[in-house]
């Protein structure tokens, strides 16, 4: 995990991505760092990756206002 950004940030989307992967597997960001790391991700990178997976579809529900829609 790289130092930039936000440090606050980066933990609440670490911490959200651990939780939705034991709370919830199958959502997509779960499904997501499964995928990863059955392609060879060890298991922080994968949820590093998650997190960067949740930051943008964060960012899009931002930019068009639209509420989360799981699919």
């Known amino acids: 995990m ?3 950004g936000n440090r606050r940030l980066r933990r609440v989307l670490y911490v959200a ?3 939705m ?3 919830r ?3 997509a960001v779960s499904r997501f ?3 990863k790391k059955k392609s060879g991700l060890n298991r922080k990178a994968a949820i590093v990756a998650g997190c960067a997976k ?3 579809i964060i960012h899009s529900m931002l930019r068009h206002g639209t509420a989360y829609k799981e699919i």
């Open 33 to 35: 760092v499964a995928r």
């Open 2 to 4: 790289t130092r930039k």
């Open 17 to 19: 991505v651990v939780n």
């Open 54 to 56: 949740l930051a943008r």
């Open 21 to 23: 992967c034991n709370l």
């Open 25 to 27: 597997p199958d959502a």
